[in-house]
């Protein structure tokens, strides 16, 4: 794919603007007193990964749709396995968003979840490091967001559920 520089500091750029956007709504609606920037760093993590996926699936369907236009197009297991491991990223990275969501949210039981995810991708993504350093990328997004909420954990707690707590957290 030409311009691939371009492609991938845009693909950054847009998951910063989206992870700034998102922090923003998820800070003013939170249930929590989480900060605004591990709400922007564990949306800009999991907008990283799922944006790239989604460029992924753009790439192979465009190099397949070249190869119908030329005649030489051939249905074949790596088109098939491609195209099958961009939507399963894409899927788990929106999985990942909506429990940040979930947990930002006060729903603090869900952490275990969004932990499963995110250790399903690198799982998954691990495989991929030897035929493409590429692969990496989900997997160092997966442990921003596996290092945030650990380290942040108190935060994702309601009011309610805070030790010591004397104030209540309005958004």
């Given at each position: ?126 495989p991929i490091v030897p035929l493409n350093p590429i692969g990496l990328l ?25 030790e010591h707590s004397n104030t209540i957290v309005s958004a």
């Amino acid at each position: 794919m030409e311009n691939t520089v371009i492609v991938d500091s845009s693909l950054i750029l847009l998951a910063i603007i989206g992870g700034w956007m998102l922090g923003n709504i998820m800070y003013r609606n939170r249930q929590t007193p989480v900060s605004w920037f591990t709400l922007f760093l564990v949306n800009f993590a999991a907008l990283w990964c799922m944006f790239n996926w989604i460029a992924h699936v753009i790439a192979v369907l465009a190099v397949n749709v070249q190869r119908i236009m030329a005649g030489s197009f051939v249905y074949t297991f790596p088109f098939y396995a491609m195209l099958l491991m961009g939507i399963t990223f894409i899927a788990l990275s929106v999985l990942q968003l909506s429990r940040i969501r979930q947990l930002s949210q006060g729903k603090h039981y869900l952490r275990k979840q969004l932990t499963l995810v995110s250790w399903s991708i690198v799982a998954l993504s691990l495989p991929i490091v030897p035929l493409n350093p590429i692969g990496l990328l989900p997997v160092i997004s997966s442990v921003i967001i596996l290092a945030t909420v650990s380290l942040t954990k108190s935060q994702w707690k309601p009011a309610a559920f805070q030790e010591h707590s004397n104030t209540i957290v309005s958004a």
